[in-house]
């Protein structure tokens, strides 16, 4: 089955302890992204990469790190989370840059306390 | 920086009413998509409008860009319970980003 899948799917954590949320997509997409989803301001996008090695600053990168050294993989790092972090996180895959759809994972409700 | 602007932020209406979204941007756009995210759940793609004037239709979903492509709208004709959940859109001003409406919630009353 076609997926993109995050984990953890929820996570309490404090301020300053350094995270990671996977990402894996099996579609071998060449473009992900991750977006934060708040209140009142729809998705904003953190990161995106579009292939192995590329790696971009979307609206909102301030406190996050990304890598992508294999293709189905797209981990964000929060080397040192504040409480202005907590929030929904989503990360999605399109074939590529071009192609419109986004296909995304089911979410990573994070805590920052 | 871009932005593009969704309203209304909520809507309530009764089951089969009609129900409509509009986005805006100041600037043109390469490109607008549309999503639909079920409450508790993920952005799950609709469709997405490339041409000026362009209009698609899915089923009661009505999906339509501006011809100065800045602006698009989601129609949904005799809504229905099922059609409840946030819409999304989101634009592209390049191939990289995109910009992410904030959302109108509907709710349909049985």
């Known amino acids: 089955e076609a997926q993109v899948t995050q984990n953890p799917r929820y996570l309490i954590t404090v301020t300053g302890k350094k995270l990671t949320v996977t990402c894996s997509q099996n579609?071998?997409?060449?473009?992900m992204s991750w977006y934060r989803q708040d209140p009142g301001l729809g998705l904003r996008q953190i990161y995106y990469s579009m292939n192995v090695e590329v790696t971009d600053k979307g609206d909102v990168p301030e406190g996050y790190k990304v890598s992508r050294k294999e293709k189905r993989n797209f981990p964000l790092i929060l080397e040192s989370p504040s409480p202005n972090q907590t929030s929904l996180y989503f990360c999605?895959?399109?074939?590529?840059?071009?192609?419109?759809?986004?296909?995304f994972g089911e979410g990573s409700r994070l805590t920052v306390l | 920086g871009q932005q593009v602007m969704q309203i209304p932020q909520y809507q309530h209406v009764q089951e089969g009413e009609d129900f409509t979204t509009y986005c805006n941007s100041s600037?043109?756009?390469?490109?607008i998509q549309w999503y639909k995210q079920r409450p508790g759940g993920h952005p799950v793609f609709l469709i997405q409008l490339v041409k000026s004037g362009e209009v698609k239709k899915q089923k009661r979903l009505t999906f339509q860009f501006g011809e100065a492509k800045k602006n698009s709208s989601l129609h949904i004709t005799a809504t229905q319970t099922t059609d409840v959940g946030t819409y999304f859109c989101a634009g592209r001003y390049n191939f990289n980003k995109f910009y992410f409406g904030s959302g109108t919630k509907l709710n349909v009353k049985p």
């Open positions: 579609m071998n997409h060449e473009y």
């Open positions: 600037t043109t756009l390469s490109n």
């Open positions: 999605a895959s399109s074939r590529d840059r071009n192609t419109g759809e986004l296909f």
